[in-house]
């Protein structure tokens, strides 16, 4: 379900209105858009927390093959947990970090059974220019408790502004986070001030909240945004382009060549 893009900036990117089949329609270009985003650079552009395993490398140095943007744990090849606190995260800065970095007079990496799953890595995996900034705030908390089946979301206001301004706060196509669960809006009501969300994504799990929980927004890199809006902004025109003699130009595989000259510096090179 993850977009780069949410359905009401496609639909001003478009010049169009409100449309139940016509935006069904529009979030299957920022679906398809954002995957093949996603193929085409070898990354991913949305938080995802799960545990990785990885094979021993070197006492000091573990290579990741993923971007990660936060370590959360780190046990070692003998199964005991590293702090990560004795972890430095390479290369320095806000991220996404590619290597971990001890000092193997005070803490080895070591072997371990399965010798290709030896370390696991637990952290937020994802591709982000700018994530200490990433997470916004909505302006908003929940107005109701809610428990781990709620996909019904009740807030103080739909259409009002967020935290930098924008408005409607709420948008089809939003990553959301409440406390540490991630949640996707799938619907809006501003009538009754409602979302629908599907909730526990992301490799979060669902759980109760309080009244007055504050629900933050995820912003993707702004020209990672730029680009799903404009790939997916001509898929759903090209939807309707007579077919014939096989043009490439209008059904090309992939990112076409003015659009992945644009992705190409986001592209992962990094041989792992």
Same mark, same amino acid.
């Given at each position: 379900?993850?977009?780069?893009?949410?359905?009401?900036?496609?639909?001003?990117?478009?010049?169009?209105?409100?449309?139940?089949?016509?935006?069904?329609?529009?979030?299957?270009?920022?679906?398809?858009?954002?995957?093949?985003?996603?193929?085409?650079?070898?990354?991913?552009?949305?938080?995802? +927390?799960?545990?990785?395993?990885?094979?021993?490398?070197?006492?000091?140095?573990?290579?990741?093959?993923?971007?990660?943007?936060?370590?959360?744990?780190?046990?070692?090849?003998?199964?005991?947990? +590293?702090?990560? @606190?004795?972890?430095?995260?390479?290369?320095?800065?806000?991220?996404?970090?590619?290597?971990?970095?001890?000092?193997?007079?005070?803490?080895?990496?070591?072997?371990?059974?399965?010798?290709?799953?030896?370390?696991?890595?637990?952290?937020?995996?994802?591709?982000?220019?700018?994530?200490?900034?990433?997470?916004?705030?909505?302006?908003?908390?929940?107005?109701? @408790?809610?428990?781990?089946?709620?996909?019904?979301?009740?807030?103080?206001?739909?259409?009002?502004?967020?935290?930098?301004?924008?408005?409607?706060?709420?948008?089809?196509?939003?990553?959301?986070?409440?406390?540490?669960?991630?949640?996707?809006?799938?619907?809006?009501?501003?009538?009754?001030?409602?979302?629908?969300?599907?909730?526990?994504?992301?490799?979060?799990?669902?759980?109760?909240?309080?009244?007055?929980?504050?629900?933050?927004?995820?912003?993707?890199?702004?020209?990672?945004?730029?680009?799903?809006?404009?790939?997916?902004?001509?898929?759903?025109?090209?939807?309707?382009?007579?077919?014939?003699?096989?043009?490439?130009?209008?059904?090309?595989?992939?990112?076409?060549?003015?659009?992945?000259?644009?992705?190409?510096?986001?592209?992962?090179?990094?041989?792992?």
């Amino acid at each position: 379900m993850i977009v780069y893009a949410t359905l009401n900036q496609l639909r001003d990117r478009l010049g169009l209105a409100v449309d139940s089949e016509r935006d069904a329609r529009l979030l299957g270009a920022l679906r398809q858009a954002t995957a093949q985003i996603d193929r085409y650079t070898a990354r991913r552009f949305a938080p995802v +927390i799960q545990t990785r395993r990885y094979p021993w490398q070197a006492a000091g140095c573990l290579r990741l093959d993923i971007d990660l943007l936060a370590l959360l744990g780190l046990t070692n090849g003998d199964g005991r947990a +590293i702090d990560p @606190a004795d972890v430095a995260l390479a290369p320095t800065g806000d991220g996404p970090y590619s290597a971990l970095l001890v000092d193997p007079q005070t803490v080895a990496f070591v072997n371990g059974y399965p010798l290709d799953q030896a370390i696991a890595v637990q952290g937020v995996w994802g591709w982000h220019d700018a994530w200490a900034e990433a997470w916004r705030s909505s302006g908003d908390t929940l107005q109701a @408790a809610i428990d781990a089946d709620d996909a019904l979301l009740s807030v103080a206001d739909v259409t009002g502004a967020d935290g930098l301004g924008l408005t409607p706060r709420f948008q089809v196509g939003q990553l959301i986070r409440i406390g540490e669960e991630y949640a996707h809006v799938v619907g809006v009501d501003p009538d009754e001030d409602t979302l629908s969300v599907i909730r526990g994504v992301r490799g979060t799990a669902a759980g109760s909240h309080a009244p007055g929980t504050a629900i933050e927004i995820y912003t993707p890199p702004e020209d990672v945004q730029a680009l799903c809006l404009r790939w997916a902004a001509w898929l759903y025109q090209q939807a309707d382009a007579a077919i014939g003699a096989g043009a490439d130009w209008l059904y090309p595989p992939d990112l076409p060549a003015d659009l992945q000259r644009i992705a190409a510096p986001l592209r992962c090179l990094r041989v792992a």
